[in-house]
């Protein structure tokens, strides 16, 4: 009876013991989330986590902030192959805002140059936002951009409709004579 009491006693240290461990770990790592979540909202590097996908992307979107589109897009883009469906939504709606933004300063230009890099950039930010609608449809805020992108977009004629100088660009492909 005494052996199996020293038995009980020893098992129940050690599970205080491995409890005492896991509650310390446990405060360790919210004080690290804390400190993270700090040097973020600080616009500083965090001292931890630094190759974790939120790290990643705050470091994309504060790139984006500032105005560094290319280097902010380069970053969402490598995000995009481990994020799940509602993060890549983020991603993508992050990156049409940044096209968008783009194509908001460069309105003022009337040269074809300027008027082509608008129409580019608008496009981009359609195809983004209408990815991330299709990952996930519940962003509100993605729809009213998108639905904002369409009304800014030129309308594409049809090739062969209307007054053009290449009318035959649709039939172009079928053969003459009957087969």
């Known amino acids: 009876m005494a052996l199996s009491v020293n038995k009980l006693v020893i098992g129940l240290l050690l599970v205080a013991t491995a409890s005492v461990g896991t509650m310390a770990y446990s405060w360790q790592r919210i004080k690290q989330v804390e400190d993270f979540n ?28 500032n105005e ?16 799940n469906a509602s993060q890549r939504a983020a991603i993508l709606h992050n990156v049409g805002n940044m096209f968008f933004l783009r194509a908001i300063q460069l309105t003022g230009g009337n040269d074809n140059s ?11 930010a359609a195809t983004s936002y209408k990815t991330a609608l299709k990952a996930d449809n519940s962003h509100w805020g993605t729809r009213r951009n998108f639905d904002r992108v369409l009304g800014l977009l030129p309308e ?16 172009g492909n079928i053969p003459n004579g009957l087969p």
């Open 114 to 124: 300027t008027r082509d890099e608008l129409e580019y950039l608008l496009s981009q």
């Open 38 to 65: 700090a040097a973020i909202a600080a616009a500083k590097s965090p001292q931890t986590d630094q190759q974790s996908f939120e790290a990643k992307y705050a470091v994309a979107y504060w790139l984006g902030k």
């Open 68 to 83: 560094r589109y290319k280097e902010s897009t380069l970053l969402f883009t490598k995000l995009i192959e481990q994020a």
């Open 156 to 171: 594409k004629p049809t090739p062969g409709v209307g007054e053009s100088d290449n009318p035959g660009l649709i039939m």
